[in-house]
Every structure is written in structure tokens, then in C-alpha cells.
């Protein structure tokens, strides 16, 4: 047995935060902040709704567009790193939300290849005949976890809200046709938040590590860029391979990266023609493990790929860990 | 089309810090008694780290030792999971820096998030993995500390005594006879119940997700929270439930299982289960009068014991189950 997409959802809340609004607390410019990041707006959740509940929103779409209803889903598959609390995590408050039967809720954490590692882990899990409906959730909710001050200019902007889900059933013919992870920690503190940390003495999260910021993001962005150029091509081309697809044959290259324009530079690095590239933090800012299936159920609402095309995503980030994908819609 | 292969534990191994914390230690910092945590608990002694070291730090020895005993290298894994409720940093995942503390690169590595059932959790994604051929030897620990993430006053002593860290590793590798290794793996939650049992500080519900007033003061949502008499009668039914559940998959009955080794959550919660199953003494293995609950260590640290001390053996059933926050439960049938 494989697994296949039986259908996508996505959601944005609906506040739009621009450049020329945060630029205030970051002490500079719209125009400069948008240079910088290649972001002019992105989305901000409202207080009070964490990624489980901008999650639900994608996951009633997603299970229309199957054609399904939440009772036909026997496990769920969450990836974020901005989960609603500590524990437990945001795939249990989904699993209410929706109405599921009591089916497995599982959270997983891998940064912005997040979705990347839940999807390859619900095609394990069909084609293992563990479960016939897996709905595979990515959501963030960035926005309250950033700092709003000067020292955050070249990291706050780049982040927005949002939620994708995609629901894989079992078929016998394959819609997911290959998953590539990798992970390399060299590097780790390029994209890095140290708080609250259970590694510290006396406590995971004191007043002194509060008052310092440490449990706001650090990001060298400058220094992730170049790994990003590397791996991006390299995973797509060992995807495609394992897919048994050519470059030519794929409609759409999803490329997942904090920085848009560095994203599809590494598309260009890799053959593929500007058109054919959604770069995902393009046009509503990164979301870690939430932008590739927003951008999947987006493209698919526009229009812009049919059933039976061939979509290859690929994501960078955090951990550093990076992977690919390729399906057959 | 490659034909499914099982999956099975190649190696297995634990660590602990070396600092105990007896009950009597615990009445130093708060308003409790060795009596009271016995009683309710069947808790003598747990671990606390002496230095600052994070999951991934308790989680290397503990791999070092199971891949030795499975005979694998670190380099040739083909996947890390680290299971944690008590992670070393915010983010990356804690695998991430156990993949560090190995030296090694290349294969992913990622966590998973299921608190008590965290170890059973992975084992089905490491058995998924390895039955579809997505991977060959694939390494999952369960790690904790809480002893930086509790309240050790009297405020918080309810759930302050029970908990301890530790790690628990396993490797897992194929298994060509379908008759043996994991037999299968079932998994649940109920988040309508996610409150009962939680830590809500930081939460990304709010902007923003953490403020200085929520880090102080007694009752801080920085700690855990747990309605104990509530997690309690859950605990218990959804135990025995999943227990069946699984034996019933295969067309067994309890009197199949050699050994039960139940997710040390309470010594007492253990026992109510055994009974319920009517599972003598000797069919069922408990460490937490030493360990405490070491959340998603526990059931790797006890299996390994288990195994050490001669209690599982070639052919023996040997049956694991978990329950806790989310509310999530989970059991995995082993033939070993």
C-alpha cells in the first residue's frame, strides 16, 4: 500500500501586519525592512489562537477537499515550533477541535523541515498499514514569540502566522513518490533559541534569562543563506532521482526557506525556470513548519497545479535539517 | 514492490545522573513526608542532575550503550529520535543536539513530542520506518530533566515528588521472521482532557508567550500542573484498554504476556492495572521506587533493566503501555 493527498487546507489569520507597522519598534524603516527580508506583509494570529486553532481552520478545508469527515481520520501527525503550551502538544488539542475518534496525536519537532518530517512520517505509517487517513497539520504561531525591539531588526520581519494541513490516505497507487531527510548540527546556534531550556540550573526559565531576551529567536541569516544554496539543489535532485522523475516532468518546485530570494536563487541553481518556483515566505513571511502545505493547498486553489501533476517540495532550516518530497497530486 | 519486514530492538541501554534524591531530601524543600509520597506513589528515590546537562547530554550515554549492544555504529543510523517533555533548548529539537553529542551528520534527526506515551510514540514511527524499508537501524531515546522544570516548594508538591531524569535508548533494526520484533503498536489521545496534566508557560496562544509576571510566584504557569485523583482514574482504564486492545490485534489474552512493562507513572496506577489484567507480580516490571517518573525515559530505562536482569528472555511476550498528558496512551507488543 501507498499513500496518497486526498486533500489541503490552509489559512492565514487574517491581520496583516506591513513593514511600515513594525518598523516603529525595530527602529527603522518599512521600505529598509522590506529590503532586507523581502517581506512586505505578513500575518499575525489573534491572542488567544494558537497553532491548533489556526490548524483546525486548514484541516475542516483539507477534509472537505477529501471529501471526508473528522471521524475518518486515525492519526494525526502535528509539526510546529511554536506549539499552543509546553506540553502537551498542539496535535492533542487538534484531535478535540476536530471531534476525531481518540486516534494518535503525535507532535513532532524539525524546525522549518518540520512538515517535510511529518509527511515522510504518515507515508511510513500508511505504507506500513498502520493507518489508512493520516492528517498531517504544520502551523506557527511566530508572531508571539518575536521580539519588537531595535536588536530584532533582521529577525522579526522575516515571520508570520499561519496553518497548512494535508490529508494522506492509503491507495494503491503512490501520490507521495519520495521523502528525503537529512539533518547536519554543525551550525545550530545559526538558528537558535536557548529559553526556556531544561539544561539550566536551577530552573528551565528564571527572571535573569528573561530580562536578557534569551528565549527570543537568534538568527544568522547571513550565514544560513549559503548552506541553504547548497542542500536545496542537492535534496531535490536525490528526491527526484528516488521519485523516478525528471526535472521536466515536475509542474511546480515548492522551495521552503526563511529567505525567498534565497530560495529561488537555489532553484535557479538547480535548472528550474522562475515559473515554476513558489518560494514560500514570499508572500505572507517564513512560517517554519506551516509553509509548504499552505503553499500546496494555495497553489492547488489557484489553480496553478491539477490532480496529476507532479509537485517537488523542498525545505531548509533550523536543527540544520532539511528534506524534499515528491507527489503526485 | 519490497515486502514488509518487521522491525526489532537491537540494543538497549540507560542513564541516570548519579545525585539521588531520597523522599527525605524532598522534606528539606517542602512540606511532604517519605510516608505520604510512599503511599501514594511507591516512590522512594528519584535523580536529579548535579550539573547543568540537558536531555541530550542524560541521552548520550544511553545511546553509546545501545548501539554497542546492537553492534551499530553511530554513523550508520539511519534516523535519530529523541522523545522529550523537558527539552535542552527552545528549539532546535533536542534530537538535533543528541545528533551533535554523537558526532555524526547526514541521516535526520527529530523529536517527538508525547510526554509519557513520548517512547511508545517513536517506537512506532522507528517500526513504520523500518517495515517500509524508509530506514535500516534507527536510534530512539526517551530523555528528561524535570528537575529544572519543577516547583520545589510545598506549592508544588504534588507533582514535584514524583518526577526524576534519566534516559532510555533503544536500536532498532530488521527483523526477517514476521513471528518476532514489534508485533504491532497502538496509539491514542483525548486533548479534551490536555489541562488536567500540563505546562502552559510559555504558550503561543498569547503575545507575548511568556511575560515576567508569569515566571513569579507560587503556582507560576512556568511549572507543571496535574488534577492527580483525575489522571489517575483515566490512567487506569485507558491502560487496560490499550493493553487489550493489542493483545486482541493478535488473538491473545493477558495470560499470553510474559512480561508487562508499564510507562512508570505511579507504582500504584501499576499495580490497579495488573490486578485488573490479572498479571502476577513476576509478569510485571516496576522501577520507579528508584527512578521516579521519568516520563518518556521510563519504559526504555525499565525495559532495559528488565532485560539486564534476565526478566525477558528468547520467545517471552513482552508487552509495552504508556499513558499520560495529552491524555495520550499507547501499548506495543514485543516477541522477543
Known amino acids: 500500500m501507498r499513500s496518497t493527498i486526498l486533500g489541503c487546507g490552509s489559512y492565514l489569520p487574517p491581520r496583516a501586519v506591513t513593514s511600515d507597522e513594525l518598523a516603529g519598534a525595530l527602529a527603522t524603516t518599512g521600505p529598509q525592512l522590506t529590503e532586507s527580508t523581502g517581506v512586505s506583509t505578513r500575518r499575525e494570529a489573534e491572542d488567544g489562537e494558537g497553532p491548533s486553532q ?119 497507487e503512490p ?49 544560513m543563506h549559503p548552506q541553504a544554496e ?33 530560495a529561488r536563487r537555489a532553484g535557479r541553481a538547480a535548472g528550474i525556470p522562475d515559473d515554476r518556483i513558489v518560494a514560500t515566505a514570499e508572500a505572507a513571511g517564513h512560517m517554519a513548519a506551516a509553509g509548504v502545505p499552505i503553499a500546496l493547498a494555495d497553489a492547488l486553489a489557484a489553480g496553478r497545479v491539477r490532480r496529476g501533476d507532479v509537485v517537488c517540495a523542498a525545505a531548509f532550516g533550523g536543527g540544520m535539517a532539511w528534506g524534499a518530497a515528491v507527489l503526485r497530486l | 514492490m519490497s515486502e514488509l519486514v518487521n522491525s526489532r530492538i537491537l540494543g538497549l541501554g540507560h542513564h541516570v545522573p548519579d545525585r539521588v534524591m531520597t523522599n527525605a531530601d524532598l522534606t528539606q524543600l517542602m512540606d511532604t513526608s517519605d510516608e505520604w509520597i510512599q503511599q ?78 513520548g517512547f511508545l510514540y517513536m517506537l512506532a514511527v522507528a517500526d513504520s520506518f523500518i517495515r517500509t524499508g524508509g530506514a535500516c537501524h534507527v536510534l530512539v531515546v526517551g530523555s528528561e530533566v524535570h528537575s529544572t522544570g519543577i516547583d520545589l516548594s510545598t506549592v508544588g508538591r504534588e507533582v514535584a515528588v514524583i518526577f526524576g531524569d534519566g534516559a532510555g535508548a533503544a536500536v532498532l533494526g530488521p527483523e526477517p521472521d514476521s513471528r518476532k520484533g514489534v508485533l504491532s503498536t497502538h496509539l491514542h489521545s483525548e486533548g479534551k482532557f490536555a489541562e488536567k496534566l500540563m505546562i502552559e508557560v510559555p504558550t503561543h496562544r498569547l503575545h507575548p508567550r511568556v511575560t515576567e509576571a508569569m515566571l513569579d510566584g507560587p503556582g507560576s504557569r512556568l511549572w507543571p500542573r496535574m488534577e492527580g485523583r483525575y489522571v489517575f482514574k483515566h490512567a487506569v482504564t485507558r491502560f487496560t484498554e490499550v493493553i487489550h486492545e493489542a493483545l486482541a490485534a493478535h488473538q491473545l489474552t493477558p495470560a499470553d504476556v510474559d512480561l508487562l512493562i508499564p510507562h512508570q507513572a505511579n507504582l500504584r496506577i501499576s499495580q490497579l492495572v495488573a490486578m485488573g489484567l490479572e498479571l502476577p507480580e513476576e509478569k510485571v516490571f516496576n522501577n520507579i521506587q528508584r527512578y521516579g517518573n521519568t516520563t518518556a525515559a521510563s519504559v526504555p530505562i525499565a525495559l532495559h533493566e528488565a532485560v539486564t ?23 506495543a507488543l514485543l516477541r522477543w
Request: with cysteine.
Open chain 2, 309 to 331: 536482569e534476565g526478566r525477558v528472555r528468547p520467545g517471552s511476550l513482552v508487552c509495552l503501555a504508556a499513558f499520560g498528558a495529552g491524555f495520550t496512551w499507547a501499548a
Open chain 1, 230 to 262: 547548497r542542500v536545496l539543489p542537492e535534496v531535490i535532485g536525490e528526491a527526484l532521482e528516488r521519485a523516478g522523475v525528471t526535472r521536466e516532468e515536475v509542474a511546480l518546485f515548492v522551495l521552503h526557506y526563511l529567505d525567498h530570494r534565497v
Open chain 1, 175 to 223: 501520490g507521495v513518490l519520495a521523502t528525503v531527510l537529512h539533518a547536519d548540527p554543525d551550525g545550530l546556534e545559526r538558528f537558535w533559541c536557548e529559553f526556556p531550556a531544561s539544561r539550566h540550573l536551577p530552573s528551565r526559565m528564571d527572571i535573569e534569562a528573561f530580562r536578557a531576551g534569551r528565549h527570543f529567536y537568534q538568527l544568522d541569516a547571513e550565514r
Open chain 1, 54 to 172: 489556526l490548524a483546525s481552520r486548514a484541516a475542516q478545508q483539507a477534509l472537505a477537499a477529501a471529501g471526508l469527515g473528522p471521524e475518518a481520520v486515525e492519526l494525526i501527525v502535528f509539526a510546529t515550533m511554536t506549539p499552543d503550551i509546553v506540553f502537551p502538544g498542539p496535535g492533542c488539542f487538534l484531535q478535540d477541535q476536530l471531534g476525531c475518534r481518540t486516534v494518535g496525536a503525535m507532535d513532532v519537532r524539525g524546525q522549518c523541515a518540520g512538515f517535510l518530517v511529518a509527511l515522510a512520517t504518515a507515508d511510513r505509517f500508511i505504507r506500513a498499514g498502520k493507518a489508512e487517513c493520516v492528517l498531517v497539520a504544520g502551523a506557527e504561531v511566530h508572531s508571539a514569540a518575536l521580539e519588537y525591539s531595535p536588536r530584532a531588526v533582521a529577525v522579526t520581519p522575516y515571520f508570520g502566522d499561519g496553518a497548512g494541513v494535508v490529508v494522506l490516505g492509503a491507495s494503491p
Open chain 2, 40 to 117: 501514594r506513589t511507591g516512590i522512594r528515590e528519584r535523580r536529579y542532575i548535579r550539573e547543568e546537562s540537558g536531555p541530550a547530554d542524560l541521552a548520550l550515554p544511553a545511546a553509546q550503550e545501545a548501539l554497542r549492544s546492537a553492534g551499530v555504529k553511530a554513523e550508520d543510523l539511519d534516523l535519530i529520535l529523541l522523545g522529550t517533555l523537558s527539552p535542552d533548548v527552545d528549539s532546535p529539537a533536542s534530537a538535533s543536539l543528541l545528533q551533535r553529542r554523537l558526532g555524526v551528520r547526514g541521516m535526520p534527526a527529530f523529536d517527538v513530542r508525547n510526554q509519557c506515551s
